[in-house]
């Protein structure tokens, strides 16, 4: 099993910055992937970027340039740098953990709100 908490979220301006952490504990060595997926009102939850199994990394077309993933393997944490952010980025953002066997675990997500 695999437990993933997120933070970080919260109200910003448009243009403004915020940075999600995701804390993962519990059965670390089976994580193949990691990534974050975000879900607006009224929309499905959709990929926002992911470490792929391969060590690369994968971003949705609307946040590449603007967004930049990390991670700090000493923590077991991943990070979501979320830069130049726009009112359409408003969503609650989910981290994902993926594991060998294709388990998909996921956090119970943050809040980002984009408003002026």
């Known amino acids: 099993q695999v437990q993933l908490v997120e933070s970080g979220g919260g109200l910003v301006q448009p243009g403004g910055s915020l940075r999600l952490s995701c804390a993962a504990s519990?059965?670390?060595?089976?994580?193949?992937?990691m990534g974050w997926h975000r879900q607006a009102p009224g929309k499905q939850r959709e990929l926002v970027a992911a470490f792929t199994s391969g060590g690369s990394t994968n971003y949705a077309d609307s946040v590449k340039g603007r967004f930049t993933i990390s991670g700090d393997n000493a923590k077991n944490t991943v990070y979501l740098q979320m830069n130049s952010l726009k009112p359409e980025d408003t969503a609650v953002y989910y981290c994902?953990?993926?594991?060998?066997?294709?388990?998909?675990?996921w956090g119970k997500g943050t809040l980002v709100t984009v408003s002026s």
């Open positions: 994902n953990a993926r594991d060998f066997m294709g388990v998909s675990y």
């Open positions: 519990g059965s670390i060595f089976s994580i193949n992937s």
